[in-house]
């Protein structure tokens, strides 16, 4: 089954104004990763937090992680055209059977407007 | 350092016919893992495979789908008898024993079956 949820689905706002991302899974964890992918491309890795921490940023990034409500959520500072993209979270899960196998949402396709 | 290296970036077959997507992973790397995506969808875990040996092939469907990751060259994921189903974008993402969180990924290959 899907481990992660994005949330919204889609997103649409005006340069300079923050975007926020929500992640939803189901077990346990041993991190979350959130990565962008822009058209046509493949996935750039964004920043990476894991299940002890609470909090992490990364220039305008900020991640937190609530292991109690299974959630996550990526925020966007001072939006730019040029972060138009989709965004995952994916998750790697606690169990040694699955070797860092990534879990990928279906992700939110964010549109920064000019 | 060059980064994962995929190709062909675009491939178009016919039903019934072969499919062979390469990946090069970056160097000194010696994990790799395939997954697919869907259109509009997230990517799925396929196959992880190390030199030599495959780790987990949990997410490749029974019939018709391989991988192998020899001594030396890329990685191939080879799909036999392609139908319209296969039509997808093929990512492959590479990692090293020293950072076993983060996984680096390819452009991907985008198959097409008439």
């Known amino acids: 089954s899907q481990q992660g949820e994005e949330d919204p689905q889609a997103l649409s706002i005006q340069e300079g104004e923050n975007a926020t991302m929500n992640c939803s899974y189901k077990?346990?964890?041993?991190?979350l990763q959130w990565y962008r992918q822009n058209s046509g491309r493949g996935l750039v890795h964004l920043i990476l937090?894991?299940?002890?921490?609470r909090e992490k940023h990364s220039g305008r990034l900020r991640v937190t992680l609530d292991t109690s409500k299974k959630s996550s959520s990526l925020l966007i500072t001072a939006s730019r055209a040029a972060d138009t993209a989709s965004y995952f979270c994916?998750?790697?899960?606690?169990?040694?059977?699955?070797?860092?196998?990534?879990?990928f949402g279906r992700g939110t396709q964010l549109t920064v407007w000019p | 350092n060059a980064g994962v290296m995929q190709n062909p970036r675009h491939l178009v077959r016919r039903r019934g016919q072969e499919a062979r997507l390469r990946c090069s992973p970056m160097?000194?790397?010696?994990?790799v893992y395939w997954y697919r995506q869907l259109p509009e969808e997230g990517l799925k875990f396929m196959v992880y495979?190390?030199?030599?040996?495959?780790?987990?092939e949990s997410g490749m469907p029974k019939e018709r789908f391989s991988a192998e990751f020899p001594k030396e060259g890329p990685s191939i994921l080879r799909i036999q008898q392609v139908v319209r189903g296969d039509s997808a974008a093929y990512f492959c993402?590479?990692?090293?024993?020293?950072?076993?969180?983060?996984?680096?990924f390819g452009p991907g290959t985008r198959l097409l079956v008439l």
């Open positions: 993402a590479s990692k090293d024993s020293g950072r076993p969180e983060t996984q680096y």
């Open positions: 077990t346990s964890i041993n991190n």
């Open positions: 937090i894991r299940s002890n921490e």
């Open positions: 994916a998750t790697v899960v606690d169990r040694g059977s699955t070797l860092g196998r990534l879990y």
């Open positions: 160097k000194g790397h010696s994990h």
């Open positions: 495979l190390q030199k030599e040996n495959i780790i987990d």
